[in-house]
Antibody, heavy 121, light 110 residues
């Protein structure tokens, strides 16, 4: 059974960079047909697409966040990571890592449990 | 890209049906047959219920069905059960490997 687990600091200061890692177990991140993505959800609000990556390193970002987002992959560790720069309180959210089936067209079929990141001094 | 529009809430009694709409544009919902629906219980990660407009993943009850007409997609839950009470989000491919989510609908089982 595929499992995804987010890890990283739960508290980040304003203007700094948020960094999270997603560790994939029970399957290979290098499998074809799958993209790996990040989604966030501010407390009490809806879901927001952040971006995705293919194991080859090709990345795709939400245009509204593109200038601040970097997603990378480490196939040797079966992990992928998110960096979001110049954070503000508006970036406070539960961050989910996820697997996108069939290059994303068949939906997000596996999700991590989510990790709350609070931006505060 | 703007969030897809969903009604904030919907409700029904056990055994009844409820339908949730998801309205986008010709650049997302109307342009592709890649609409997904997710169920989210409080404090939990979302769960895929429908993909490619109307397909159900293995293990999802056939009480859940999806459809699309023009720029609006819909999720219907038939034979409502108490465990169906949750938030529901639609999502659509928006081109260039980008996706957009809906605003979310809280379904209450009366």
């Amino acid at each position: 059974q595929l499992q995804l687990q987010e890890s990283g600091p739960g508290l980040v200061k304003p203007s700094e960079t948020l960094s999270l890692t997603c560790t994939v177990s029970g399957g290979s991140i290098s499998s074809s047909s799958y993209y790996w993505g990040w989604i966030r959800q501010p407390p009490g609000k809806g879901l927001e697409w952040i971006g995705s990556i293919y194991y080859s390193g090709n990345t795709y970002y939400n245009p509204s966040l593109k200038s601040r987002v970097t997603i990378s992959v480490d196939t040797s560790e079966n992990q992928f990571s998110l960096k979001l720069s110049s954070v503000t309180a508006a970036d406070t959210a539960v961050y989910y890592c996820a697997r996108l089936n069939s290059y994303g067209f068949a939906g997000i079929d596996y999700w991590g449990q989510g990790t709350l990141v609070t931006v505060s001094s | 890209q703007s969030a897809l529009t969903q009604p904030p809430s919907a409700s029904g009694s056990p055994g009844q049906s409820v339908t949730i709409s998801c309205t986008g544009t010709s650049s997302d919902v109307g342009g592709y047959n890649y609409v997904s629906w997710y169920q989210q219980h409080p404090g939990k990660a979302p769960k895929l219920m429908i993909y490619e407009v109307s397909k159900r993943p293995s293990g999802v009850p056939d009480r859940f069905s999806g459809s699309k007409s023009g720029n609006t997609a819909s999720l219907t839950v038939s034979g409502l059960q108490p465990e169906d009470e949750a938030d529901y989000y639609c999502s659509s491919y928006a081109g260039s490997n980008n996706y957009v989510f809906g605003t979310g609908t809280k379904v209450t089982v009366l």
